[in-house]
T-cell receptor, first 115, second 116 residues
Framework: AQKVTQAQTEISVVEKEDVTLDCVYETRDTTYYLFWYKQPPSGELVFLIRRNSFDEQNEISGRYSWNFQKSTSSFNFTITASQVVDSAVYFCALSEASSARQLTFGSGTQLTVLP | DAGITQSPRHKVTETGTPVTLRCHQTENHRYMYWYRQDPGHGLRLIHYSYGVKDTDKGEVSDGYSVSRSKTEDFLLTLESATSSQTSVYFC???????????????FGPGTRLTVL
């Protein structure tokens, strides 16, 4: 069975600090996809990134970067020079080939960026 | 943004009453999903649909049923609402690619349901 663990329930940083959100996953499949979503205080869910299991290249998008390491089953998300607008709940999610239509979410990390 | 709407956006009902939530999409995506979001649990899949009249159960399907008679609409029904079904319900859509729905899912705005 697939499982996603986000051990950090809440993180608080001061603006301009870098912050890393951890995501550890469990799967028996060799083919799977990993996702990150953002849920700001307004409540909607915003897609951030998708990564497949065959592509371990790290990805950078502006102040956001993602580090995928199959050896440790981790897909961590780093925000560089955080801003107040980054305050949100961030969810990591996993989709396996064997249960392809099910997206399993972690419990989320509440990030608060203080001015 | 993907064209997904949910109705109603807020609902308060009493235990034992039937409730139907509607998800409507204008993207013509094949896959549609219903999730519930509860504190400490993230989002959990209730049911999903992979085409008109084609549906399947998710992780937390007990007490819920779904129907999809048109590509654009996916209905979630609580036959007899209970207080444990108080939650925020999200609909999502995705398109398939190469035989599997590995594309990202796009979410609707959510419905806050309170069962008294």
């Amino acid at each position: 069975a697939q499982k996603v663990t986000q051990a950090q329930t809440e993180i608080s940083v001061v603006e301009k600090e870098d912050v890393t959100l951890d995501c550890v996953y469990e799967t028996r499949d060799t083919t799977y996809y990993l996702f990150w979503y953002k849920q700001p205080p307004s409540g909607e869910l915003v897609f951030l990134i998708r990564r497949n299991s065959f592509d371990e290249q790290n990805e950078i998008s502006g102040r956001y970067s993602w580090n995928f390491q199959k050896s440790t089953s981790s897909f961590n998300f780093t925000i560089t020079a955080s801003q107040v607008v980054d305050s949100a709940v961030y969810f990591c999610a996993l989709s396996e080939a064997s249960s392809a239509r099910q997206l399993t979410f972690g419990s989320g990390t509440q990030l608060t960026v203080l001015p | 943004d993907a064209g997904i709407t949910q109705s109603p956006r807020h609902k308060v009902t009493e235990t034992g009453t039937p409730v139907t939530l509607r998800c409507h999409q204008t993207e013509n995506h094949r896959y549609m999903y219903w999730y519930r979001q509860d504190p400490g649990h993230g989002l959990r899949l209730i049911h999903y649909s992979y085409g008109v009249k084609d549906t399947d159960k998710g992780e937390v399907s007990d007490g819920y049923s779904v129907s999809r008679s048109k590509t654009e609409d996916f209905l979630l029904t609580l036959e007899s609402a209970t207080s444990s079904q108080t939650s925020v319900y999200f609909c999502a859509i995705s398109e398939s690619q190469a035989g599997g729905p590995y594309n990202e899912q796009f979410f609707g705005p959510g419905t806050r349901l309170t069962v008294l």
